[in-house]
């Protein structure tokens, strides 16, 4: 029983710093709060969805189309609305504080569009359903796809940031922005990449949702406050320790929803997000953590 709920706690962790990441890197970089992520989840989700049911393409495969979808959204989103905003300080210092608003509506946008489209009807589809037992442990293809996945991309993020140029360049941004400009990093070129990979990331990650859990329009905004857990238990702007605090969410949810109810996985959660940002809003690992 408790190796199946650690498997279970690092399958909801995985996705949660995966989920968590796509919107550490807009804040850290942009610092931009970004509270449609969650509703890109939901797209990466029908974007799957039907790529299956109309072509056939299985979930490993559209992937890739959600995440060029996804970042070709933060790319318009970006050059439409918010570079000639971050370009002007005393514009850019307004964007952050009004951010939350704009991006507001974006969310009430997409969600209207895709319920329009697709009406509000939940959908789903089943892919690697089959159960695998090892170790004592009952787990099905598309839960360790997630795992695998998820768990990749993290990994693969934090060796982005350690060992690429490009990586090198956007944690100079995230952590001093006009530092960074005035030895020569190209602030503008980081701050598009940087929002298309979290958009991207979102894309994903709704992916591998669509394979464990119905699909809606509304289905996003969970996600959305549970990134938000995430990277304000890290810190934000703070990507490793973001990473970190979203297995620590999964731990917290899994067994404290096994030792009480499921009815209290709501207030697990945004009890734990007041509870930090009461006792220490700068996040549980205080300031950022450089990666080595």
């Not at 942009?30 to 799957?48: E, F």
């Not at 993290?154 to 030895?183: P, T």
């Not at 990449?193 to 949702?209: K, M, N, R, S, W």
Request: net charge positive.
């Amino acid at each position: 029983m408790s190796a199946q709920l650690l498997f279970a706690a690092l399958v909801a962790g995985s996705l949660y710093a995966l989920v968590a990441l796509g919107l550490n890197l807009v804040y850290g970089t942009l610092r931009l709060l970004n509270i449609a992520h969650g509703d890109l989840v939901m797209i990466g989700a029908y974007v799957s969805f039907w790529m299956l049911s109309l072509f056939g393409l299985p979930p490993v495969l559209s992937i890739f189309v959600a995440a060029a979808l996804c970042g070709g959204f933060g790319w318009v989103i970006y050059v439409g609305m918010f570079r000639k905003l971050l370009a002007t300080p005393a514009l850019a210092q307004r964007l952050e504080a009004n951010s939350l608003i704009l991006f507001y509506g974006v969310s009430v946008i997409l969600q209207n569009c895709v319920a329009l489209a697709f009406t509000s009807t939940a959908r789903g589809y089943q892919y690697l359903n089959e159960v695998h037992k090892f170790a004592g442990i009952a787990a099905s293809g598309n839960r360790l796809m997630l795992f695998g996945v998820a768990l990749a991309l993290c990994l693969g993020m934090l060796l982005f940031l350690r060992f690429h140029l490009f990586g090198w360049s956007l944690r100079a941004v995230i952590e001093r922005r006009d530092a960074a400009a005035v030895v020569g990093v190209d602030v503008d070129r980081v701050q598009m990449v940087t929002i298309c990979i979290g958009f991207a990331i979102a894309g994903v990650a709704g992916v591998l949702v669509s394979m464990t859990e119905q699909i809606t329009p509304f289905m996003g905004f969970p996600f959305t406050i549970a990134a938000f857990v995430v990277i304000v238990l890290g810190g934000l702007g703070n990507i490793f320790a973001g990473i970190v605090a979203g297995f620590a969410l999964g731990f917290i949810e899994t067994f404290g929803v096994a030792l009480t109810s499921a009815t209290y996985r709501s207030i697990l959660i945004y009890g734990l997000f007041v509870g930090v940002l009461l006792l220490r809003p700068q996040g549980l690992f205080g300031k950022a953590i450089k990666i080595r």
